[in-house]
């Protein structure tokens, strides 16, 4: 009997091995799988179309950007990688852009400025021609042809004459350079484009949008008492929608223009519902028309609607309810256009390859002509704002986590500053939300506002300034060396802090090690909470010898929601005592703590360990899991706040 006990038994242990290297793998997000599969069909650059070489476009520029945000979901370098290297393909030495001719006025040329401006802020080698060049595409807007109203000429072929496409095309990247380079006067030119389209292409009986105007009146097509085109093309409309959600992300709050762009989107969100089928969720090529022969349901404007709709709720300038309608146009896209292919690998289909005005031959834009352009598979207008869809629609579903929550970040305690080198003017840098480069935490603030949160940064810890918060971060206080007139932590600090804690707030404590953090005055604040970062440096790491950064999270930690494997270099270990608890340890050193402080929690570390450089995947090995444990960390901290007496706050 024991021997057929132990026989079965290993045979029951065979077989749920077998079974276990079978199992399938955890399925990728859908963002995730159709980026893999867009590089799967580009290994090496980007071919539009039917073209047989690669040039500098707009098509290249919206796939870009998908793949960009795609990468700030993952942290897998392999996307990064991707927009670089095909970045350095056009991108010379001194910024000039191979293929790219600014004397063809073409608004379609600036989509890819872009990814310039995102490496031109990053630590990159050679970050200074990805800024040059972004100022040749910037130059352009500069001498482009207007309209006698300050209307940019969607080409210089195209003369007087203003197009839907051309907003996408021209103005997320204007709003950002003007942003980065501190050029507030863009905005205002920024906000008179959107201003002449809704002037001009707004159909005042439906809301829906013709896709061109012809101030000149002189183009057959062109309405001789309007100047509008005949029709309401999707993708037209696809273009704006995205253009002005894309916009809000760089438009100064307080600039008196805002208000009227999230107008614009509510006016334009409830025309979206009104025109969506209801069959199928999705939208149609001549969106007025679903019930004429010959009209389809095509699948880069409904992905365009659906990515402006869920962003728009997201973001806060729209109503809730219309995420339902985004909700329904998604499912429609999945249902329609994404198929499976025998390998595994996605595939787009059901994007009209293009849709224009004038032109040899000539395009009328009448309704015949718009159903007479091709449809496309894996086209690239359908496949990039499919993916922008999906990442909205994955956000989207991690939003409550940090719903009407506020994270601040200290910039009293550390506040160093260095010479801009794209404005030449001094800034904050190091452990700052807006710092992009290896010393800033963009990443981790990204991965907060994803998760529903606001960020904010605020100075000194007051009753005042505390408040409104729900989490504080306080990270690696200035020492004398790196700032001439440092904040120290005071009594007053402290107890406005603890009390804080008490009614319900949330204090994560960063350090460093002994040498580079002001330690002395911040463990005053760290004992009221059970807590010392003690004088040690560990996990010294020679060169790239990562393994000696390793830090390993078992199971159980009620913080990290699975083992990982982190890299943590140059720490400062803690003692604790009640009410702290060692959270994770190494060899009898206290790496990370947690305490109960009343209705509050507070967490520590002695390291800053969660900036870019350890985080965005890019510079350390993929075996390491710290961008997993970043959002494992922010979604625990977002968790703890329910005691708080913090008030909500709208909007990121």
């Known amino acids: 009997m024991k021997l057929t006990y132990r026989l079965l038994l290993g045979a029951l242990l065979l077989t749920s091995a077998a079974q276990a290297q079978q199992a399938p793998a955890p399925t990728k997000p859908m963002s995730q799988r ?110 482009q042809p207007r309209t006698k109203e ?46 002449l389209i809704e002037k001009h292409l707004v159909d005042a009986k439906t809301g829906l949008m013709f896709h061109g105007y012809d ?36 438009f100064p709050p307080n600039h008196p223009e805002r208000q009227n762009l999230v107008k614009y989107l509510q006016r334009l969100a409830p025309v979206l519902v009104k025109y969506q089928d209801p069959k199928t969720g999705a939208w149609f090529q001549v969106v007025d028309q679903g019930t004429r022969k010959g009209n389809y349901v095509e699948a880069s404007a409904s992905s365009m609607y659906v990515y402006a709709l869920a962003k728009g709720v997201r973001m806060g300038y729209l109503d809730k309810k219309y995420f339902a309608t985004a909700q329904k146009g998604y499912a429609g896209l999945l249902k329609q256009f994404v198929q499976t292919e025998g390998n595994g690998a996605l595939a787009f289909n059901g994007t009209v390859s293009v849709g224009g005005l004038g032109g040899n031959p000539y395009r009328d834009g009448s309704y015949e002509y718009y159903l007479s352009e091709p449809l496309r598979k894996n086209d690239l207008k359908g496949v990039g704002p499919f993916i922008l869809a999906s990442v909205e629609m994955e956000v989207a579903a991690e939003q409550g986590v940090g719903k009407g929550k506020t994270v601040g970040l200290d910039t009293y305690f550390n506040r160093e500053f260095r010479k801009s080198n794209i404005t030449g003017e001094q800034e904050p840098f190091h452990y700052t939300w807006e710092d992009r480069m290896h010393s800033g ?34 990270v690696d206080p200035d020492t004398r060396k790196e700032t001439p007139q440092p904040n120290f932590v005071q009594p007053a600090h402290i107890e406005a802090l603890q009390q804080w804690v008490k009614g319900g707030g949330v204090l994560v404590m960063m350090a ?5 953090c002001e330690t002395k005055h911040f463990n005053e604040l760290a004992k009221v909470f059970g807590m010392q970062f003690l004088p040690l440096n560990l996990n010294m790491v020679k060169n790239d010898q990562f393994e000696q950064g390793k830090v390993k999270v078992p199971a159980g930690t009620g913080v990290f929601k699975q083992p990982l494997s982190l890299y943590i270099k140059e720490l400062a270990p803690l003692s604790v005592t009640g009410p702290a608890k060692p959270l994770i340890a190494r060899e009898g050193n206290v790496i990370m703590a947690t305490a109960k402080v009343g209705k509050g929690t507070v967490f520590a570390i002695g390291d800053p360990w969660l900036y870019n450089e350890y985080v965005d995947g890019r510079k350390i090995p993929a075996t390491f899991q710290n961008a997993q444990a970043a959002k494992d960390l922010a979604t625990w901290l977002l968790s703890q706040t329910g005691g708080s007496t913090a008030k909500p706050a709208a909007g990121q």
């Open 150 to 195: 300050g209307g940019f000429w969607h080409k210089k072929i195209y003369t007087n004459q203003m197009w839907l496409d051309g907003l996408y095309m021209a103005e997320p990247f204007y709003a950002e350079y003007s942003q980065v380079f501190k050029q507030p006067k863009g905005f205002d030119d920024i906000a008179k484009q959107f201003a």
């Open 34 to 143: 159709m980026a893999d599969a867009f590089i799967s069909w580009h290994p090496d650059s980007i071919l539009i179309g039917n073209r047989k070489t690669t040039r500098w476009d707009y098509e290249q520029g919206l796939m870009l950007k998908a793949l960009e945000r795609v990468w700030n979901r993952t942290a897998d370098a392999k996307y990064f990688t991707y927009i670089q290297k095909d970045l350095d393909l056009f991108v010379q030495p001194d910024g000039s852009i191979r293929t790219y001719k600014l004397q063809d006025y073409n608004l379609d040329n600036l989509t890819t400025g872009h990814a310039l401006l995102t490496l031109g802020q990053m630590s990159v080698p050679k970050q200074e021609k990805y800024l040059k060049a972004a100022q040749l595409l910037h130059k352009q807007l500069e001498e």
């Open 215 to 250: 101030e000149s009146r002189e183009q057959k097509w062109a309405n001789k008492q309007t100047g509008q085109s005949p029709n309401f093309w999707g993708r037209g409309m696809g273009w704006y929608a995205m253009a002005l959600v894309d916009v809000l992300d760089y």
């Open 441 to 474: 935490f963009w990443w981790w603030g990204n991965q907060y506002r994803e998760l529903g949160a606001r960020t904010v940064s605020i100075g000194a810890p007051t009753k005042a300034s505390l408040k409104d918060l729900d989490v504080l971060i306080i």
């Open 512 to 516: 460093n090690d002994t040498s580079n």
